[in-house]
């Protein structure tokens, strides 16, 4: 097998594992507003959409747990097993969310059950991120790691818009009943199939060239967590902080959109999933470019300039989302989703190169880790509760604005990771 087709199949099959972890997360949040009232039956529909997302962030609870059990096995066995692994977790928990009975048919025990699934969920999540980011890297080609690592969040990119363009069309064809009794249903139940084809292309590659070399010179650590904890401690710490903008990004602009646009502007889901969707698109195929753009300038400037720009278009950005018509609401989402495209692309190439390879997943997981279950997973949460307080400023603004002033600084106090890619393992 020639090295390019090695590489190719490398880039196919992560980002195939890639878009089956984030399916579910896709469905769940699309699926947000039907989900809540089937098993958290409230008086007050806040009370049961804040339940429904503080189950969405459940999963990040564990999703250091996942981190920290996946991300060892990814430095001592080898990141494409472990990937093998975390996607038929993830594919199994998305089916069963779709088979659980309601709270009108077992009572509390569904929630429960609920609960559970996502936790597995969680800890597939926790293993997957630095796993599949660490093998792609590895994968590619001398000057080329931006573009190639950027897939990572192609494929996720991808994943959002196929779960959001189901949930269009399923509120679109499917009547309100029919969407509560069985539709929501077969979204999750799409998992088993996916995740079939991801485990079956992750099974049929090999590891990446540098694991495979450390493994070959037996240089491999035994204790890799607690390495990464000894001896990268200033490189995790820059890790959650530049993290922290992305993670805020991808779950309020692109997962939390929807609910916020039919709970706060008063759009119909339809609707609001359609202007979801045309951000996904800009954001998917803008994704390679901000890559690419790496490779050529650096990662640091590209991280300063992703961090400014969350900044920058927070404020307008919501504006033109709070306003009526669909034109300037879809427009405002594209400048969002533009913004975290330019973060998305140089991510995985800059908190990659960040540590040597011998210890790369284990403490890429643990500082990615951190940030996405603090800043990430409950930051749908945060911001419909604080939406029911107030709505003098949108809330994503504040949040998202915070998040961006943390990054940049984290960014400014980076090193530029090219220059030590072919030294740095």
Do not use: H
């Amino acid at each position: 097998m020639s090295s390019l087709t090695r590489r190719r199949r490398a880039i196919v099959a992560a980002t195939a594992g890639n878009f089956v972890e984030w399916y579910d997360f896709s469905v769940f949040a699309c699926f947000a507003l039907v989900i809540a009232p089937l098993f958290f039956p409230a008086a007050d529909p806040v009370a049961s959409l804040l339940s429904t997302f503080a189950v969405f962030g459940i999963a990040f609870v564990f999703r250091p747990v996942g981190a920290l059990v996946f991300g060892q096995l990814g430095d001592r066995i080898g990141r494409r097993a472990t990937m093998a692994i975390v996607v038929l977790l993830m594919s199994g928990a998305t089916a069963a969310i779709g088979l659980l009975p309601t709270y009108s048919q077992i009572g509390v025990a569904a929630p429960v059950l609920l609960v559970i699934a996502r936790a597995l969920q969680g800890l597939s999540a926790g293993g997957e991120y630095a796993n599949a980011t660490a093998y792609l890297v590895e994968n590619s080609l001398p000057g080329r790691r931006g573009v190639t690592g950027s897939w990572s969040y192609f494929g996720i990119g991808l994943a959002l818009l196929v779960g959001a363009l189901l949930g269009m069309s399923m509120s679109i064809g499917l009547s309100p009943s029919e969407l509560e009794s069985w539709g929501w249903r077969i979204a999750f139940l799409l998992g088993v199939p996916l995740g079939a084809i991801g485990v079956y292309l992750r099974s049929k590659i090999e590891d990446s060239p540098e694991f495979l070399a450390l493994q070959g010179e037996e240089l491999l650590e035994e204790t890799p967590l607690r390495a990464s904890l000894r001896t990268q401690t200033r490189n995790l710490a820059l890790t959650i902080g530049l993290v922290i903008v992305g993670t805020a990004q991808i779950y309020l602009v692109l997962l939390y959109m929807p609910t916020y646009l039919s709970t706060q502007a008063g759009f119909p889901l339809q609707d609001a999933l359609l202007i979801n969707a045309l951000g996904l698109i800009v954001f998917t195929f803008a994704v390679p470019f901000a890559g690419w753009w790496s490779d050529l300038t650096g990662r640091r400037p590209v991280m300063i300039v992703a961090a400014a720009a969350a900044l920058v278009v927070a404020y307008p950005g919501f504006m033109l989302i709070d306003s009526d018509p669909f034109a300037a609401v879809a427009t405002g989402q594209t400048v969002l989703a533009l913004s975290t495209a330019i973060w998305a692309g140089v991510a995985p190439a800059a908190l990659a190169e960040l540590f040597p390879a011998r210890l790369r997943v284990s403490s890429l997981s643990i500082g990615y880790g951190f940030a996405v279950s603090v800043f990430g997973g409950f930051s749908p949460f945060v911001v419909t509760y604080l939406s029911s307080l107030s709505d003098t400023v949108p809330a994503p603004v504040l949040y998202l604005s915070i998040s961006a002033v943390v990054s940049l600084v984290a960014a400014l106090l980076m090193k530029e990771t090219v220059l030590f890619e072919t030294a740095n393992t």
